[in-house]
């Protein structure tokens, strides 16, 4: 990405509501399984992470602003 965008003199805007969602802070040895939950059940949250619905949330906030 770096290289295209210093050959054609673009710059790279980074926005805080575009980032990875933490499912946990915890250690999760079946984290696929409560990853696959999250999608079921939108509002679980693991301690230390975000909800599909409060990352979606997030994104929405953006692309309102954006629009």
């Known amino acids: 990405m770096i290289p295209t965008t210093e050959e054609k003199g673009l710059n790279i805007l980074v926005h805080q509501h ?4 933490i499912l946990s802070q915890e250690k999760l040895y079946n984290w696929m399984e409560y990853l696959k939950q999250s999608f079921k ?3 679980q949250e693991l301690p230390g992470g975000e909800s599909s619905f409060e990352a979606t949330q ?3 906030t953006l ?3 954006s629009i």
């Open 63 to 65: 692309l309102m602003i």
């Open 18 to 21: 575009l980032k990875e969602r």
């Open 58 to 60: 997030r994104f929405l």
């Open 41 to 43: 059940d939108v509002h």
